[in-house]
């Protein structure tokens, strides 16, 4: 008989979705080469929205959740991997068309796993997760466009949030003077102890955008999108480029080319999911030099696997700081 395990699965009738406690046995998983077994994973903003289906994150019923996973290997079918090797996978589908995280074991893909830097254990790992790995993608992309501590100051929106928490501490590990926008001004002493040396009001960002503002920053990470987004590029000084990762604010971009035409702004798109994967384990590695491990525990709380509903609620709600590890 083949030993059984605890997960959490999403299923969708007469266009209700609900998330169940079951039990499944390894056959019950997707095909892979790869069986790992899960110790953590964790909950971002795009597990929020698969969990609750606010949104159409989950294409494929019934389908196991979580974007992320961490663990160590159990069978291998992947020359690149063996037994008791730990890895990490970020996005590639998972709780999309892929079973995901949120369950004991996975069987995967061994070309979707990154080795495990040995910097991280399992649950640091997760306390990064996609959201960590996304603000490490949006540093590579800005240093990659030539900026520089020296050509001035760079702006995380959304910074009490997962990107923006990771952001702020790298950034500022990186020389970066680092301004945090946040709805949350209760949170400035923790965005301070991140490493911000200026906090802005979040109210100041979301207005109706001019076409061109003051000069304010060289660089940005931006998870909020929107007009946020708009009057971030808008107030960008010249020759600098904004990270846009996120949609926290919404979809929509209502902005104008002056920014681009006039003054040589550079917007650089973000996609963790499908990146591929000698930039994945570039940024992971730089995650190993560039992010403080005492900043990252302040960051992040854990809870348990029957705790991630909720989380998911309250993640979409703005009300979670920083980062969530789930202990599986
Ligand atoms: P979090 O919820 O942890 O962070 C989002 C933050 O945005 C909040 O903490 C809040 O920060 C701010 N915020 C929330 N709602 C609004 C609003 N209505 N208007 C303005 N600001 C708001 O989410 P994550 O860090 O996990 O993800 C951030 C965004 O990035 C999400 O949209 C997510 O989908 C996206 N993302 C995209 C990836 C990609 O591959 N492109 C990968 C990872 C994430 P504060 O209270 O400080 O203002």
């Not at 550079?266 to 930039?279: E, F, N, T």
Request: glycine share 12%; aromatic share 4%; proline share 5%.
């Amino acid at each position: 008989m083949t030993s059984r395990f605890k997960a959490i699965l999403l299923k969708k009738a007469d266009d209700k979705q609900t998330a169940e406690d079951v039990e499944l046995s390894i056959d019950d998983l997707m095909p892979g080469d790869v069986t790992v077994v899960v110790s953590h994973s964790t909950v971002n903003y795009k597990d929020g929205l698969a969990l609750t289906g606010r949104s159409p994150v989950v294409r494929k019923f019934p389908m196991i959740p979580g974007i992320d996973l961490a663990g160590a290997v159990e069978t291998s079918d992947n020359p690149n991997f063996k037994p008791g090797d730990k890895v990490v996978l970020n996005g590639f589908g998972l709780s999309e068309v892929h079973y995901g995280g949120y369950a004991q074991k996975a069987r995967v893909k061994g070309d979707w796993l990154v080795p495990l830097p040995s910097a991280f254990t399992p649950a640091q790992a997760m306390a990064i997760g996609t959201a960590g790995y996304t603000a490490m993608l949006c540093v590579l992309a800005l240093e990659d466009a030539g900026v520089t501590p020296a050509r001035g100051a760079v702006v995380v929106t959304g910074a009490s949030g997962g990107v923006g928490s990771v952001a702020v501490a790298v950034l500022a590990k990186l020389g970066f003077k680092v301004i945090a926008s946040t709805g949350r001004p209760e949170e400035e002493a923790y965005l301070k102890g991140l490493g911000a040396s200026e906090i802005i009001p979040r109210a100041e960002l979301s207005g109706e955008p001019r076409m061109l503002g003051k000069e304010r920053w060289a660089g940005a990470v931006d998870s909020v999108g929107s007009k946020t987004l708009a009057n971030v590029i808008s107030q960008t000084s010249y020759g600098g480029a904004v990270a846009a990762c996120g949609l926290a604010g919404g979809m929509d971009l209502p902005t104008s080319v002056a920014p681009f035409i006039l003054r040589g702004v550079s917007l650089l798109g973000i996609d963790s999911v499908q990146m591929p994967k000698p930039r994945r384990i570039q940024a992971w590695n730089r995650l190993a030099e560039d992010l403080d491990l005492k900043k990252l525990a302040a960051m992040t709380r854990t809870i348990p696997l029957s705790g991630v509903r909720k989380a998911a609620d309250d993640i979409l709600a703005g009300k979670v700081r920083g980062r969530l590890v789930v202990e599986i």
